[in-house]
């Protein structure tokens, strides 16, 4: 298995509720991230985790909550999101080289969320 | 600060010919540099990656080159197809965190 997944592939939801993004990799990748894309932009990096451990937080709002519950999935739970939150949310996964660089990150398709 | 800039941000060719995407990088320490394809809509897949050392890769019809000194790197489409449409992004790694480009949208049309 050379892929990482990601359901659901399209989630709307409102402002109010509690929604949560799934990301899954059999490669034995030890390295997982969370990235939002908004249209024709680069991603931009949200959580790195480590070894099932959350090593990364560029500095996202407390409306995003991740959570590692084992090696091959990652979760991201959403509430209270605005519409400026509507994003295509990409997970990606590679393993960990020493000193902290990173090797080839390997993309979920992602899932379309829109925000109302 | 680091930085990726791609060029052109989009273009238009037809269907067999070539292309060359270009991407110039300001950053450090540097560890590698890769290219990805995005299809609209999904995951970024990698179509080369290249440390230091390497000033050519090949994958297919495609062929990246860099040069570390002058801090360049292209991507060149070979005999292109309806398929290749898509945007083409630029990822350099130094630490912990990747740089992306904006990207390249290119668009083949028959």
């Known amino acids: 298995d050379t892929e990482v997944t990601q359901t659901p592939k399209h989630l709307v939801m409102g402002m109010t509720n509690k929604k949560s993004l799934k990301c899954e990799q059999h490669?034995?990748?030890?390295?997982m991230y969370w990235y939002k894309q908004k249209a024709k932009k680069p991603p931009e990096l949200m959580f790195v985790?480590?070894?099932?451990?959350?090593?990364i937080n560029e500095s996202v709002p407390s409306r995003f909550s991740p959570e590692c519950p084992n090696s091959s999935l990652l979760n991201l739970h959403l509430h209270a999101l605005q519409p400026e939150d509507s994003a295509l949310y990409l997970c990606?996964?590679?393993?960990?080289?020493?000193?902290?660089?990173?090797?080839?990150?390997?993309f979920g398709p992602g899932t379309r969320l829109t925000v109302l | 600060k680091n930085q990726v800039e791609q060029s052109p941000q989009s273009l238009i060719i037809l269907e067999g010919k070539n292309c060359t995407l270009q991407?110039?990088?300001?950053?450090?320490?540097?560890?590698?540099l890769r290219w990805y394809k995005q299809d609209t809509g999904r995951g970024p897949v990698s179509l080369t990656i290249?440390?230091?050392?390497?000033n050519t890769k090949s994958n297919g019809r495609y062929t990246a080159t860099l040069d570390a000194d002058t801090k360049q790197s292209s991507l060149h489409i070979t005999a292109s197809q309806l398929s290749d449409s898509a945007s083409y992004i630029c990822?350099?790694?130094?630490?912990?965190?990747?740089?992306f480009g904006a990207g390249t949208t290119v668009t083949v049309r028959a």
């Open positions: 990606a996964s590679s393993p960990p080289l020493a000193g902290g660089s990173t090797d080839t990150q390997y």
């Open positions: 490669m034995g990748h030890r390295a």
């Open positions: 985790y480590s070894y099932e451990k959350l090593s």
């Open positions: 991407c110039n990088y300001t950053v450090s320490p540097f560890s590698n």
């Open positions: 290249m440390t230091f050392s390497e």
């Open positions: 990822v350099v790694s130094g630490s912990y965190k990747l740089s």
